[in-house]
């Protein structure tokens, strides 16, 4: 069984560009969730999707966006980079995404904004 | 103050020394996850627990819901157990609905 898949692995990117990261779920999984790791701020929730529907979200700015389709892959993009957003994006898919459903975690993209 | 707080920081210990790493929490929870982060950033779900107690292999973890803390620990501990370990929770309240994260633990075994 294929675990959950993430796209790119790195990522260069200027500031003021936008960049598009890509998560593929395990199979029959229709949740997705999204977090942020930096040095600073160690491991921080985005945003979840469940359905193609976003049910939950994280304290970020509207600049950090996404999407889930029929097929339960999600996309989470983000505009007008800045430095800041240097970080490991990882997404996880579940189940249903549940409190008390396991998450699977991708092996993340790292974006590098110079 | 962060909602979910890991001790040890930083951990060294030698091989076959039993490993015992603490989370505490804030905040009401519907499940706690112990999390391995090896470097190169991919993450390897160890543990999601209610309550009680729970055995793979050579790790346990526990929680107390009463006391809000957990316990992840390792038995003759091994160098390729050296990983970052994070506890992250679900909260059972409402807002945001996804995983917070404590600090992490750096654990390193040495041979």
């Known amino acids: 069984k294929a675990g959950v898949t993430q796209t790119p692995r790195y990522l260069i990117k200027t500031r003021g560009q936008q960049v598009t990261l890509s998560c593929s779920p395990i199979?029959?999984?229709?949740?997705v969730s999204w977090y942020q790791q930096t040095p600073g701020q160690g491991l921080q929730f985005l945003f979840e999707y469940f359905s193609e529907t976003q049910r939950n979200k994280g304290n970020f700015p509207g600049r950090f966006s996404g999407r889930q389709f029929s097929n339960s892959r999600s996309e989470m993009n983000v505009s007008t980079l800045e430095l800041g957003d240097s970080a490991l994006y990882l997404c996880?898919?579940?189940?249903?995404?549940?409190?008390?459903?396991?998450?699977?975690f991708g092996q993340g993209t790292r974006l590098t904004v110079v | 103050k962060n909602e979910v707080e890991q001790s040890p920081q930083n951990l060294t210990a030698q091989e076959g020394e039993f490993i015992t790493i603490n989370c505490s929490y804030s905040?009401?929870?519907?499940?706690l996850h112990w999390l391995q982060q090896h470097p190169g950033g991919g993450i390897v779900s160890l543990f999601m627990?209610?309550?009680g107690k729970k055995k793979h292999g050579r790790l346990i973890a526990t929680i107390n819901i009463q006391e809000k803390h957990s316990s992840l620990h390792i038995t003759a501990s091994h160098p390729r157990d050296s990983a970052v370990y994070i506890c992250a929770v679900r909260s059972s309240g409402g807002g945001a609905d996804g995983l917070t994260f404590g600090k992490g633990t750096h654990l390193i075994i040495q041979p």
């Open positions: 905040v009401g929870i519907s499940a």
């Open positions: 199979s029959g999984h229709r949740s």
């Open positions: 627990l209610s309550s």
């Open positions: 996880a898919s579940s189940l249903v995404g549940r409190g008390d459903t396991e998450a699977f």
